[in-house]
């Protein structure tokens, strides 16, 4: 019996690499039966007005979408994203913000009811506009990462991540969560206005790929590093003279012997 149950939606570097040290077993919970793979797709940016016209396809059809965004208000130091543009505001740079894109986005899908969400709002507002959302009052709810846990909407089957590269991998698959909970088949697409940096593109495309969290943190874990183990830096590759935290059979290996060689030693005295 385990004297220490960790338990985690979603994995991530840091916590494989407390794997690695071998007093950790993993049990993985299985999706449940029926259940879809999230369809992820990353749209360069001289696509969106396309992905527009699919995403009126889809509201058409009576899906629901979540739209994230990284910011609540703007902030130009920070600014690295995309343009939202429809056909009358092409050329028009915006914003990363959620309460600048609902002005906009409610003008580009006049025709459906629009929603935004924060973590400014109070909790009784929170759950109004949630339950509006699952009532179907809302056929689009823009929001910020406060979607990420808690919120179940089954009906809801598309979700659009805006300046994806911001995220880390971990929490792109918690967000991709929020969609797929029916069974039925659902679409994550991520905006980037980076697709010409390798670094980012090839780490996304890595996600649109892959659907197991496991693996997801197998990946992020040797490309970004797990960071201090015994400290509070959660990035990084750590200084290690012989081996490679991105060598996982040799680890496994290492973690194997270790173990019999504790056996051993445990049968003697």
């Given at each position: 019996m385990p004297h220490l149950l960790h338990l985690t939606a979603t994995p991530i570097p840091r916590s494989i690499?407390?794997?690695?040290?071998?007093?950790?077993?993993?049990?993985?919970l299985v999706k449940p039966p029926g259940r879809v793979t999230t369809e992820t797709f990353l749209v360069p940016e001289q696509k969106r007005q396309k992905s527009?016209?699919?995403?009126?396809?889809?509201?058409?059809?009576?899906?629901?979408?979540?739209?994230?965004?990284?910011?609540?208000?703007?902030?130009?130091?920070?600014?690295?994203?995309?343009?939202?543009?429809?056909?009358?505001e092409a050329g028009s740079k915006t914003t990363q913000a959620v309460t600048k894109a609902y002005q906009q986005l409610k003008k580009i899908f006049k025709g459906y009811k629009v929603g935004m969400l924060h973590g400014r709002f109070s909790g009784k507002q929170k759950d109004k506009i949630i339950n509006d959302f699952r009532g179907k009052k809302l056929d689009i709810l823009l929001a910020t990462?406060?979607?990420?846990?808690?919120?179940?909407?089954?009906?809801?089957?598309?979700?659009?991540i805006e300046s994806a590269e911001r995220y880390g991998l971990a929490q792109l698959h918690q967000l991709r969560g929020r969609v797929g909970r029916?069974?039925?088949?659902?679409?994550?697409?991520?905006?980037t206005g980076k697709e010409q940096e390798p670094a980012v593109t090839s780490r996304l495309q890595f996600f649109c790929k892959e659907s197991s969290g496991i693996k997801i943190a197998e990946y992020d874990l040797q490309v970004r590093g797990p960071g201090e183990v015994y400290g509070t830096v959660q990035a990084g590759i750590p200084?290690?003279?012989?081996?490679?935290?991105?060598?996982?059979?040799?680890?496994?290996?290492?973690?194997?012997a270790a173990l019999k060689l504790l056996n051993l030693t445990q049968l003697k005295t």
């Open positions: 690499a407390l794997t690695l040290f071998g007093d950790l077993d993993v049990s993985v527009y016209n699919w995403i009126e396809k889809k509201l058409t059809e009576g899906n629901q979408v979540f739209w994230v965004f990284p910011l609540i208000e703007e902030n130009l130091q920070n600014y690295a994203g995309p343009a939202l543009q429809s056909a009358s990462t406060v979607i990420e846990v808690g919120i179940d909407i089954p009906q809801a089957n598309v979700i659009i029916n069974n039925q088949r659902s679409w994550c697409l991520l905006f200084e290690l003279k012989v081996a490679r935290f991105s060598n996982s059979p040799l680890l496994e290996e290492s973690r194997l």
